[in-house]
């Protein structure tokens, strides 16, 4: 098909949107260079055009910002992917394989949208699961040499199969209340969970399970055991999509990223931090401290710093926020990271938004921050890049995923049954380790559903035709789960997850390209006088045995400014009084760091409280046990309706502003 400007104009015409005409000029060009993906390019540009301008207007600036974005914003070995701009790979049961659909997606699609995001859910998994070893089907009506396997019964297929031991795999549904279910593509039927026994995991409504038990007389299936489908491995993945990259980038990518050995490390690193409060003195005084221990002389410059949110620790949606104080906080911003000229000049500075960030409704994927809104720091930082959330990002033979989401609170509080669960302390002194094996179940749980954010829709909605941008498949080499937890790390087969934590307490994570790994760092406090650290050196001879002993890692490049841990537990502070984790007066703050409006309101907090450390009443914080509080509450209920704000009593002031502005 020949492409002109006459008959792009027409496309634009008959949906109303007005044209200039340099800009349908470079579309023009931009089009018979890639005449394959020509169709899918003027429908993900059309539907831009009606989301993000007010004027349904074509403009150069925009076109060129949309096709720096549709394929994939790259600086130097760095490639990013926007969440809307990755293809929809699908897969067909019929002719078992995967194939790319190139039909134009809108943001609030039909109804029928919503039924094909969860057939498609299925099949990814159950696709995955046949050219499993554990579920294949035995041949000639014989057990294997291994002994009995778990083959897969579709549930149309237990009629007539009552007491008989079969495995299946389905969703989990409630569509009664207090009575679950177990559905496929072909049935449903009542599932009995009272004496099943449970594998590692999150179990939470409209996740995909694998149940083994048996059909009862009644016609409910009683399960004895209930696990998440298993992974499969990055490579057996990458064979079976033949040749598709559902990743969304344009440089190819491998198998395994490009290591060195720990002589041949380079230093580079890609680092990113969560919840950067701009608002908060003590964030902005952490996150300078970084860019300082970076600018050293003796340091290596990382090639990228990832800053996620939230960017402000009020909601940048609700009534006590306005647009103007947005814009002033990104204005700080930038001018911190003019203070660091190597900074500016050597590293890409790139934004993901948080849940609480400025924009319309609380829907999955979230659009980068509009551009209006970040003009201060683009002003001060020119190649500063906003990212959508999720954000992909492939380097040097690497594949990352970025998602900022409160996930555990979400998969804690919707969870159906509790996971086997180690024993704690109730007195605070396993909060790490407790906050640690919760983030290995969460890790477990968004791999094996091959999901981000596998929850009903009524808890978090997601736009129905782009739910595909959230998938985990085939396995990331690196996958960042910031949350507002305290910060952990895990590997779940060869994926390296971590939380690097809030900012405000000092840890960060960094991905070294050269090991393939992931590290967890943390801000140094600096040492005042000499006095406080002989304080110090005899507060670490009082510390009682301590329970993992693996070695510290440290940059030897900006040694007494990060510390890199090599296990998933945070370093404790030790209490000057008592020797033991210093959990109260982090409550205490971090309960009172919500009722500050501004910066020197905060700063002044902050001092009362270091004054009034000593008289804190510590007697809740010890008798509160941290696990029946995580799995008590659930999440308040959100919206399902897509491109419906989910509120209309205007507490949507600053999102409105925006898009006045816009």
């Known amino acids: 098909m020949s492409i002109s400007k006459v008959w792009l104009q027409k496309q634009f015409q008959s949906s109303g949107i007005q044209t200039e005409s340099a800009a349908l ?60 701009h990755i293809p929809l790979v699908q897969y067909d049961p019929i002719r078992h394989m995967f ?77 009664d209340e207090g009575q679950y279910y177990i559905e496929d593509l072909s049935a449903r039927l009542p599932i009995d969970l009272t004496v099943c026994d449970t594998a590692d995991g999150l179990f939470t409504e409209n996740c995909v399970v694998v149940a083994e038990g048996e059909l009862m007389p009644g016609g409910d299936f009683r399960a004895i055991a209930l696990g998440l489908p298993p992974a499969e491995s990055r490579e057996e993945s990458i064979e079976a999509l033949q040749g598709h990259d559902l990743f969304g980038a344009t440089r190819p990518g491998s198998q395994e990223p490009e290591k060195k050995s720990e002589e041949e490390d380079d230093g580079d690193r890609i680092v990113f931090l969560s919840d950067v409060h ?16 970076y600018s050293l002389p003796e340091a290596t410059m990382p090639t990228a710093f990832v800053l996620m949110g939230n960017f402000q620790k009020t909601n940048a949606n609700g009534p006590r926020s306005t647009l103007s104080k947005i814009k002033d906080n990104f204005t700080i911003l930038g001018r911190l990271i003019a203070k660091h000229p190597a900074i500016l000049s050597n590293s890409d500075i790139i934004l993901v938004p948080g849940p609480q960030d400025i924009g319309i409704g609380n829907m999955l994927p979230q659009r ?76 477990s749980t968004v791999i094996q559903e091959s999901h981000l954010c596998p929850v009903p829709l009524d808890y978090q909605p997601i736009i129905w035709e782009w739910d595909h941008s959230l998938y985990i498949y085939p396995n990331p080499h690196g996958l960042i789960l910031a949350d507002s937890e305290p910060a952990a790390e895990c590997v779940f087969d060869t994926c390296h997850c971590l939380n690097p934590g809030p900012l405000a307490s000092g840890s960060f994570g960094a991905w070294n390209p050269s090991e393939g790994v992931m590290e967890l760092c943390h801000v140094n406090e600096p040492e005042e006088d000499d006095e406080e650290e002989d304080e110090e050196v005899v507060l670490e001879d009082t510390i009682p045995e301590a329970k993992d002993t693996r070695p510290v890692k440290k940059h030897a490049h900006i040694d007494g400014y990060f510390k890199a841990q090599e296990n998933s537990d945070v370093n404790e502070h030790v209490n000057e009084s008592q020797g033991t984790p210093d959990m109260e007066e982090d ?9 500050k409006d501004d910066m020197m309101a905060a700063k002044e907090n902050t001092a009362s409280h270091q004054t009034d450390d000593n008289d804190v009443d510590t007697s809740q914080v010890e008798n509160d046990n941290p696990i029946l509080h995580d799995m008590g509450e659930r999440p308040p209920v959100k919206t399902n309706e897509p491109g419906v704000p989910p509120d209309s009593d205007g507490t949507h002031q600053a999102a409105d502003d925006v898009m006045d502005e816009m």
Not at 63 to 73: A, I, Q
Not at 130 to 137: D, E, G, T
Not at 144 to 153: F, I, P, W
């Open 25 to 84: 000029k470079l579309l023009a060009e931009r089009m018979q260079e890639m005449p394959n993906e020509s169709e899918d390019l003027l429908g993900s540009l059309l539907d831009d055009i009606e989301t993000q301008t007010d004027d349904r207007k074509l403009t150069l600036s925009f076109l060129k910002e949309f096709l720096d974005k549709s394929r994939g914003t790259s600086s130097g070995s760095v490639e990013l992917i926007d969440a809307f």
């Open 278 to 293: 701009l608002d908060d003195p003590k964030v902005l005084e952490n996150l300078d401290t970084i860019f300082e221990g």
């Open 99 to 175: 194939h790319l659909n190139t039909k134009g997606r809108r943001i609030v699609g039909d109804i029928k949208n919503k039924f094909q995001l969860y057939e498609d859910r299925f099949l990814m998994i159950q696709q995955r699961l046949k050219r499993n070893a554990m579920f294949r089907p035995t041949k000639w009506g014989r057990l294997s040499k291994q002994g009995d396997v778990a083959e897969l019964t579709e549930l149309k297929s237990l009629l007539g199969h009552e007491r008989e031991r079969k495995f299946v795999v389905g969703f989990l549904t409630k569509h």
């Open 587 to 595: 409550f205490v703050v971090r309960e009172d760091s919500h009722h």
């Open 368 to 443: 980068s921050i509009p551009t209006s809104v970040a003009q201060g720091l683009l002003q001060h930082v020119p190649k500063a890049k906003l990212a959508s959330n999720p954000l992909r990002m492939r380097y040097r033979g690497s594949d990352l995923i970025f998602f900022r989401s409160n996930l555990q609170q979400l998969l804690r509080g919707l969870s159906i049954l509790p996971p086997p669960m180690p024993s704690f302390s109730e007195d605070g002194e396993d909060y790490m380790r407790h906050a640690a094996f919760f983030f290995d179940q969460t890790c």
